[in-house]
C-alpha cells in the first residue's frame, strides 16, 4: 500500500518535501571508532566525548522512522584486514598517533571485524537493515549502496550520523549529484570541531539549497507523527 503524503518539513532554505514512500533514513559511521576512546577519531588527535551529543536525537529519530515502516541503512567507514582497499594516501595522512589497522584498545583501528570499527549499542542495526561497509569517506565509493537505494526505490535521504563535515557532507555531494534530495538533521549529525559542524550545514542550505536541506529533528518527528495519524485514519473502518 503505498504511504500517505507527510507533511513537508520545516527546513533551510525551504520546507522538505518529505515523500515516506521514497524517503530513506542513512544513519553514517556512527561506530565506535568515532565516537569511544582509543579509536580512529581519537588517533587523529580528537575529543570524541563531542560526537556523543547525537546519540540521543539520533536514537528517537532511528524508533520513529522504523514505527513509521521508512527504511533505514547504515554505514560504517573501514578496511579490509590486509589493508589492501586503504589507499596509502589515506593510511600515510596525518601523522595520527596510531593509524589505520594498528592495534588499539577497541582492537585493529578502523578495520572490518575489530570491535571498535562496529556501530554502537546504543543504535544498534536491527536485523535485515542494511549495513553499508565503505573504504572512504562517502557512501557510494567503492559499496553497492547506489543500487541498494535503486533497488528499493528510494530517492530522497535523511542523513544523520558523524562527521558532519567529512563522511556526511561527502556522502550529501555524492547523493547531490546523483540526483538525490537530501535532508540533514542538524542536531543527528555532529563533528569534532564546532565551527566546521555549524559551517558545514549553513554550506548544505545555502545558496537555495545548493546540497540540500537541513532540519531539526524535532521537525522531521512531527511530519512522521502526523503521517501515523494519517496512515491510522485512512485504515479506520
Ligand atoms: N575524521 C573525521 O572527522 N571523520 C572521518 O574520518 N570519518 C567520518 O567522518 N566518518
Known amino acids: 500500500m503505498p504511504h500517505a503524503h507527510a507533511p513537508s518539513v520545516p527546513a533551510a532554505p525551504a520546507p522538505f518535501p518529505l515523500d515516506p514512500g521514497s524517503a530513506a533514513l542513512v544513519v553514517i559511521d556512527m561506530q565506535r571508532d568515532f565516537l569511544d ?14 560526537l556523543r551529543r547525537t546519540i540521543g536525537p539520533l536514537r528517537r529519530v532511528l524508533e520513529a522512522t522504523r514505527a ?17 582497499d586503504c589507499p596509502p594516501s589515506k593510511l600515510n595522512r ?33 536485523p535485515g537493515e542494511p549495513v553499508i561497509d565503505k573504504p572512504g569517506k562517502g557512501a557510494f ?22 562527521t558532519t563535515e567529512v563522511c556526511v557532507h561527502t556522502t550529501v555531494r555524492e547523493a547531490n549529484d546523483r540526483g538525490f534530495e537530501c535532508l540533514v538533521l542538524s542536531d543527528c549529525v555532529g563533528s569534532y570541531f564546532p565551527e566546521f559542524h555549524r559551517v558545514g550545514l549553513a554550506m548544505i542550505a545555502a545558496q537555495g539549497g545548493i546540497l540540500g536541506w537541513t532540519a ?19 485504515s479506520a473502518p
Open 94 to 126: 596525518g601523522a595520527p598517533a596510531a593509524r589505520i589497522g594498528d592495534p588499539g584498545p577497541n582492537g585493529r583501528i578502523l578495520i572490518r571485524g575489530e570491535y571498535g570499527h562496529d556501530i554502537i549499542d546504543e543504535l544498534a542495526p536491527l
Open 68 to 84: 513509521a515502516g521508512l527504511p533505514v541503512i547504515h554505514t560504517r567507514e573501514g578496511h579490509l584486514p590486509d589493508l589492501s
Open 216 to 234: 531539526e529533528s524535532a521537525d522531521y518527528l512531527a511530519a512522521l507523527e502526523v503521517l501515523g495519524a494519517g496512515s491510522r485514519t485512512a
Open 37 to 50: 576512546p582509543g579509536g580512529f577519531g581519537e588517533s587523529l588527535g580528537n575529543d570524541v566525548s563531542i
Open 141 to 162: 565509493h567503492g559499496t553497492d549502496f547506489g543500487a541498494l537505494l535503486a533497488a528499493r526505490g528510494v530517492s530522497q535521504l535523511i542523513v544523520t550520523g558523524v
